[in-house]
């Protein structure tokens, strides 16, 4: 496309070539359908509508604001203001007018780990329900939710005991974990699972994956199932209660940062000054003027 054909290019139709172009050969499946359905459900037909260089600051608010503050809008933005960006860049526009749009005024909610006596009731559930394994593995791993969705078996090397996980959040969240008995064991017994489930699979009863994956799930379904089993919490909070336990355990921070594949220590730390907290708590509530000997 040369520089001329850019003058009248529209927002949809610069949004799709963006995305074409610049994000579909470098990133993998899950990143793209984010960004495409920010693209398709959640960027006004009108907005699409309009030529580049005609979007002012004020248009783009006012597209932004049909939708509720919320993690999907703060996403949009990001999305709108990267394909600005490149625009910027190649000079189809002047300016990003993203940059002076109004920052979305939502406040993320704080992860809650689960206490022991949730983890208890959550063990109990457990027991009847096919994501049993899979939600151990979030628990005695850490991993993100794709993280252990993506995992084949040929990830796992039984000789050094590591497993490979393929995350793609940051440069550090690709890396290994320890392959632990307990760990093992759950692997082991999703496998059975899944070549009990294999011919209902192939009748249409389960989600279709690859014989290759180890836990054979869908995303969403399974973030369904963990609220069914678990209501007061998010999925991904099993990820912050792998954290607490690691706190709780003694498990050095540098460590468990490596292990979950934080790009920095400040989440990590942030857990285990709030346990810390909470142990020195208690540890302060034994202290009396007239001691028991």
């Not at 001329?4 to 610049?22: A, M, Q, R, V």
């Amino acid at each position: 496309m040369l520089k001329n054909d850019f003058e009248n290019i529209t927002c949809g139709e610069w949004l799709s070539l963006w995305y074409d172009t610049y994000k579909k050969p470098r990133l993998k499946w899950r990143s793209l359908r984010n960004i495409e359905q920010m693209i398709r459900l959640h960027t006004p037909k009108w907005f699409k509508a309009m030529v580049m260089r005609e979007i002012t600051a004020f248009d783009a608010d006012r597209a932004l604001s049909e939708q509720p503050p919320s993690r999907t809008a703060v996403y949009t933005r990001q999305v709108w203001h990267a394909a600005f960006l490149k625009a910027c860049a190649l000079g189809i526009v002047e300016s990003n007018v993203i940059d002076f749009t109004e920052r979305i005024m939502y406040k993320k909610q704080k992860s809650k780990s689960l206490t022991i006596a949730e983890q208890n009731a959550f063990f109990e559930r457990l027991e009847k329900s096919r994501y049993r394994w899979l939600m151990l593995f979030y628990l005695l791993t850490g991993v993100r939710r794709c993280e252990a969705l993506s995992i084949e078996w040929s990830d796992i090397n039984e000789e050094e005991n590591i497993i490979h996980i393929k995350g793609t959040k940051t440069e550090e969240s690709d890396r290994h974990i320890l392959l632990t008995p307990d760990i093992k064991f759950v692997l082991e017994q999703q496998k059975k699972q899944n070549d009990q489930e294999k011919d209902m699979r192939a009748r249409g009863r389960y989600h279709k994956a690859p014989e290759s994956i180890v836990f054979p799930f869908a995303a969403q379904q399974t973030s369904r199932e963990f609220k069914k089993l678990c209501g007061g919490h998010h999925l991904h909070e099993l990820r912050h209660t792998f954290i607490t336990r690691c706190c709780e355990s003694g498990v050095n921070p540098s460590v468990c940062q490596q292990l979950v594949g934080h790009a920095t220590g400040d989440m990590i730390m942030n857990v285990y000054m709030h346990v810390m907290d909470e142990f020195k708590r208690k540890e302060a509530a034994k202290f009396t003027l007239f001691p028991k000997f």
